[in-house]
Every structure is written in structure tokens, then in C-alpha cells.
């Protein structure tokens, strides 16, 4: 793509990179790509940050056809920047766009706009420990008409923010709230795309969750309410008794990059890894008997998210004496040092901008 380029003419002043919280902050650019049937992808630009036009029978707004990503850029110690497996969040936004019947944006073009968006920006890249640049690529139907169908038009932007830890926390246990009452997807839905839509029927859950005093929900299977699936954001992975178990990839929940990258990692370091059908009734167990050794969340926002109490039908489990596990901490340790480029990338996941 030839990228046309129009700066700015009122920088914002930049944040204290010690109160930035995450997703509220938003750099002085963003990237821009139409989309018509006739022409294809045209018109790919970096122009200043600002309101979108959008008429109000824009299609995403009526039937929600609407696609996103999340990934990060890090500023390495030698001040320079990279990205963390960019190519992998490039071929799953493909994925969840022919899901929700709508033109992939190839993957190639993906990649050129977020690396020429950060270049523009680079300069929001923060400098502190545990910060990073939060890039979220988005796309969305603008096609004005009320009719259930495809749009035949779409938009898609990137949007760049400077950005802290997720959770308030930090990397310390969180309390999770499993969740029986609501579903949030089902085999043949729309749970393994991410779109918007799997996102809003999970709110509910979330908003329960936290007037109970917990940080985030763990969602069961549509069909039994029995297996377990995925955190809010996130995916999860339990230790139970020596083995690593995360539930499999079958069309319900999220391929989290994270996810791949956190099990590849425990697979290098020898450990017995399983993606199988996990029941809430076998962790219940596992926990009777002392066996349910680790639970922690990962995912791009947060990386890792150890558990330390999860609460099911009144029954509060209480994990590693709410303490990080092992395993938890040296994955979070691994991957942020790779992305922070503090140590090797024996993987070849990183990429300097």
C-alpha cells in the first residue's frame, strides 16, 4: 500500500507514564482503510486523531458487523521498538472477518499499517516497566441501510494507546467469578471470531461478577454448563495435579496468541500440556483433594492473570494460598521479557519496528 501520511498540527501533550491505566489514552494519529465492493481496499491514510463520520443507519450499528484485534508495541532498554507476533493477530482478524461475512483485510496490509502508524507515533511508546503502546486495529460495516445482510461497505481503522497494567491488581491473583446462569457462545456461533458481539453478551456476566466482588467471570459451555471455557478477556489454564489443561480449540472461544504462546512455552520447558474438555465438576474435585495447583488467565492486555479464588455455587476455592503459582510467574516473567527484548527470542515472535 502507498500510505498517504497528514500530520497533526496540535500535538497533544503527553501523559505521566506512571498514571496511564489502560485503554483511555489515545495517541495523536490513527490509520484508515475504505472498503467498497467495486474497488476493494482503498484509500489506506494516517491522518490526525478525531470523531469518525458515520451516518446513523451505518449497518454496525443496527446488526453489529464488526471485527477487532488487540496487540502491543514495547520499547526494548536500547530505545528501540517491537512488536510481539503481529503476523498471528494479522491472520486471525482474516479469520474473524470472513466469519462475520466481511472482506479480510490481508494480512500484509495489516501489518503495514500498524507498523506505519507506530512509526508515526513511536514517540508515544512509553518508557517505563510494565507499560507499553496498546494498538487496536478495528473494522466495521458502514453501509447506511436498516436490511439484515452483508454491508458492501466497510472501514477499518487502528487506533494507538499508551498503556499500563490491565487490571488494577497487577500481576497478583485475582478472584473469579464462574459463571452458570448465561452463556456466552456455542459450537457454530460466532465464539471462536472476535467481534463485538461475543464481547456485549458477556457484559452481563461481568457486571454480575463485580457487584459480587469479582474481577472478572469464567464462562461455562452453551450446551452442558459444565465445561469451562474462557475469562471475559481471556483464556484460561488450570495445574491440576502436575498437568497443564486449557480447554480446546473447537469453535467456542478465542485462539488467544498469548494463549499459543504461553502453551508453547510450557511445552519447551518440558511440562505435560493437555488442551482437553475440563469440567467445573473435576476442578471442584481437584481442589477437594489438594490437587488444583495453579489457575491463571492469559492474554494480550494483561499477559498473565493468576487466579486466586474461584467461586462456584457458593463455594469459594481459595488457590495457592492466593499467592502467584510457579508456573503463572514464569511465564509472565518469560513472556515479557521477550516482548521487552530484556532477553533472547528464541522463537522468532518479535519483530523490530
Known amino acids: ?25 489515545f495517541t495523536d494519529h490513527m490509520f484508515l482503510l475504505d472498503y467498497n465492493a467495486e474497488k476493494g481496499w482503498y484509500d489506506p491514510r494516517i491522518v490526525p486523531y478525531g470523531p469518525i463520520i458515520m451516518d446513523p443507519a451505518s449497518m454496525v450499528l443496527h446488526y453489529a458487523q464488526e471485527t477487532f484485534e ?36 490481508p494480512k500484509a496490509d495489516f501489518l503495514q499499517a500498524v507498523r506505519a502508524l507506530v512509526k508515526v507515533d513511536q514517540d508515544w511508546v512509553p518508557r517505563l516497566p510494565e507499560t507499553s503502546l496498546y494498538i487496536r ?87 452442558h454448563r459444565k465445561f469451562v471455557e474462557e475469562v471475559g478477556t481471556t483464556n484460561i489454564i488450570f495445574k491440576i495435579d502436575g498437568e497443564i489443561i486449557t480447554p480446546p480449540l473447537d469453535g467456542t472461544i478465542l485462539p488467544g496468541i498469548t494463549r499459543d504462546s504461553a502453551l508453547t512455552l510450557m511445552r519447551h520447558w518440558g511440562l505435560t500440556v493437555s488442551e482437553r474438555l475440563l469440567s467445573i465438576d473435576e476442578i471442584v474435585q481437584a481442589y477437594d483433594t489438594g490437587k488444583l495447583d495453579e489457575v491463571f488467565a492469559v492474554g494480550t492486555a494483561a499477559v498473565v492473570s493468576p487466579v486466586g479464588e474461584l467461586f462456584y455455587k457458593g463455594k469459594k476455592m481459595i488457590i495457592n494460598n492466593f499467592k502467584n503459582g510457579e508456573i503463572a510467574q514464569k511465564v509472565y516473567d518469560t513472556l515479557t521479557n521477550i516482548q521487552w527484548g530484556r532477553i533472547p527470542d528464541e522463537f522468532g515472535w518479535t519483530q523490530i519496528v
Open 1 to 25: 500500500m502507498e500510505i498517504k501520511i497528514t500530520l497533526t498540527p496540535n500535538p497533544k501533550t503527553r501523559p505521566d507514564e506512571s498514571k496511564l491505566g489502560f485503554g483511555k489514552l
Open 70 to 105: 488487540g496487540l502491543k508495541a514495547y520499547r526494548r532498554a536500547d530505545g528501540r521498538i517491537q512488536l510481539f507476533r503481529p503476523e498471528a493477530n494479522g491472520a486471525r482478524m482474516e479469520r474473524s472477518n470472513l466469519r462475520i461475512a466481511m472482506p479480510p483485510i
Open 137 to 223: 486495529p478495528f473494522c466495521y460495516a458502514t453501509q447506511a441501510s436498516v436490511i439484515v445482510s452483508a454491508s458492501t461497505t466497510y472501514q477499518f481503522i487502528v487506533l494507538l494507546s499508551p498503556s499500563g497494567t490491565y487490571y488494577p491488581e497487577g500481576v497478583n491473583p485475582v478472584k473469579i467469578f464462574v459463571e452458570d446462569e448465561y452463556v456466552r457462545s456455542v459450537k457454530g456461533g460466532t465464539g471462536e471470531a472476535k467481534t463485538g458481539g461475543n464481547y456485549a453478551a458477556s457484559i452481563i456476566g461481568q457486571v454480575k461478577a463485580k457487584k459480587l466482588g469479582y474481577s472478572q467471570v469464567l464462562w461455562l459451555d452453551g450446551i
